[in-house]
C-alpha cells in the first residue's frame, strides 16, 4: 500500500488541523493504521491508532481528549482531526499501515510495514 499525507500547516495554539492520509494499492480496509509525529532529534512518537473496520480507537496519552483518528475505508482515507493545539504538538506527522489488526495497542513505529512521507504540523505560541 502506498500512503500520502497531507493537511499540516502553520496554526496558532488553541487552533485545529485536519490531517489526511491518502492509500492505494492494497486493499486499504486491509490494515489498522496509525499516526504518528516526530521532532527534530527524536525518534517517531505514536499518536493514534484506528482498526480495521474502525470501530475501535487508541491514543497517546497527550492527545486523548485533543485528537480524533478515524477512517474512510470506502473512499481509502485517514484522518486525524487535531484540536486544541499546543506548540509542542509541532512536528512532522506521519501515517502507517499495519498488516497485524488483531491488536489494538500497537504504538511502536517498527510494528508499521508502511509509511507515507510525512506532513509538517507547525504550533506557534
Known amino acids: 500500500v502506498q500512503l500520502q499525507a497531507s493537511g499540516g500547516g502553520l496554526v496558532q495554539a488553541g487552533g485545529s488541523l485536519r490531517l489526511s492520509c491518502a492509500a492505494s494499492g492494497r486493499t486499504f480496509s486491509s490494515y489498522a493504521m496509525g499516526w504518528f509525529r516526530r521532532t527534530p532529534g527524536m525518534e517517531r512518537e505514536f499518536v493514534a491508532r484506528?482498526?480495521?473496520?474502525?470501530?475501535?480507537?487508541y491514543y497517546a496519552d497527550f492527545v486523548k481528549g485533543r485528537f480524533t483518528i478515524s477512517r474512510d475505508n470506502a473512499e481509502n482515507v485517514l484522518y486525524l482531526q487535531m484540536n486544541s493545539l499546543k506548540p509542542g504538538d509541532t512536528a512532522v506527522y506521519y501515517c502507517?499501515?499495519?498488516?497485524?489488526?488483531?491488536?489494538?495497542?500497537?504504538?511502536?513505529?517498527?510494528?508499521?510495514?508502511?509509511w507515507g512521507q510525512g506532513t509538517q504540523v507547525t504550533v506557534s505560541s
Open positions: 502507517a499501515a499495519d498488516d497485524n489488526g488483531l491488536v489494538l495497542r500497537r504504538a511502536r513505529a517498527n510494528e508499521y510495514e508502511y
Open positions: 484506528i482498526t480495521r473496520t474502525g470501530r475501535n480507537t
